[in-house]
């Protein structure tokens, strides 16, 4: 079955234990991205990758960090939580727009992981 | 940079009626893409419909429908014979031909009432 699978789904932590949130998908995407979803905020993208050891930032990167050693892998390390990382993510994946006009670049959702820094 | 606004935050139907959700953008861009996701509570985010901009006629998926008008940068979603399984969180999004980043609106709570 085609998904994407994040780990943990839910996550009590207390500011400043550094925690990682694991994102892996086995529809060979090239494009991954981590988005969260804040009230009244709709959802942000925090950080996004094209492919492997290519990354960049999103619109809300700070306090975040990702890596992309493997195609299928992009996790979401939190080094300092702090309260204000309270929220839920969204890990997602897509083939590339490049080179595929007619790509939509229809987004998979993982299930979320509800984030909770105290 | 793109912009997505949803101006109801709830909204609420009774069943088997139809509702409309309001989503407006913001793009100097002449091709792109539009999609409404619904969110139950469940969390996940599913895709309900999918508008592409170079397309004139409005997208259709069953009882979910759009309204697309290109000039007034206005696309709205309607749901007929709304269910109880209707109600969740809608989300609005953005896409560029070019790109892989979705824009979203702030969301809809939509609430079917028996």
């Known amino acids: 079955e085609a998904q994407v699978t994040q780990n943990p789904r839910y996550l009590i932590t207390v500011t400043g234990k550094k925690l990682t949130v694991t994102c892996s998908q086995n529809?060979?995407?090239?494009?991954m991205s981590w988005y969260r979803q804040d009230p009244g905020l709709g959802l942000r993208q925090i950080y996004y990758?094209?492919?492997?050891?290519?990354?960049d930032k999103g619109d809300v990167p700070e306090g975040y960090k990702v890596s992309r050693k493997e195609k299928r892998n992009f996790p979401l390390i939190l080094e300092s939580p702090s309260p204000n990382q309270t929220s839920l993510y969204f890990c997602?994946?897509?083939?590339?727009?490049?080179?595929?006009?007619?790509?939509?670049?229809?987004?998979?959702f993982g299930e979320g992981s509800r984030l909770t820094v105290l | 940079a793109q912009t997505v606004t949803q101006s109801q935050p709830e909204m609420s139907v009774q069943e088997a009626e139809t509702v409309t959700l309001s989503c407006t953008y913001d793009t100097s861009e002449n091709n792109y893409y539009l999609f409404w996701y619904k969110q139950p509570p469940s969390r996940q985010m599913i895709l309900v419909i999918r508008q592409e901009a170079y397309k004139q006629q409005n997208a259709t998926e069953n009882r979910f429908s759009v309204n697309f008008q290109k000039a007034a940068k206005s696309f709205s979603l309607k749901i007929s014979d709304s269910q109880l399984g209707d109600t969740a969180m809608y989300f609005c999004?953005?896409?560029?031909?070019?790109?892989?980043?979705?824009?979203f609106g702030a969301g809809t709570i939509l609430r079917v009432k028996s």
């Open positions: 990758s094209m492919n492997v050891e290519v990354t």
């Open positions: 997602a994946s897509s083939l590339s727009y490049l080179g595929r006009y007619q790509n939509t670049g229809e987004l998979f």
């Open positions: 529809m060979n995407h090239e494009y």
């Open positions: 999004a953005f896409k560029m031909i070019y790109g892989n980043k979705l824009v």
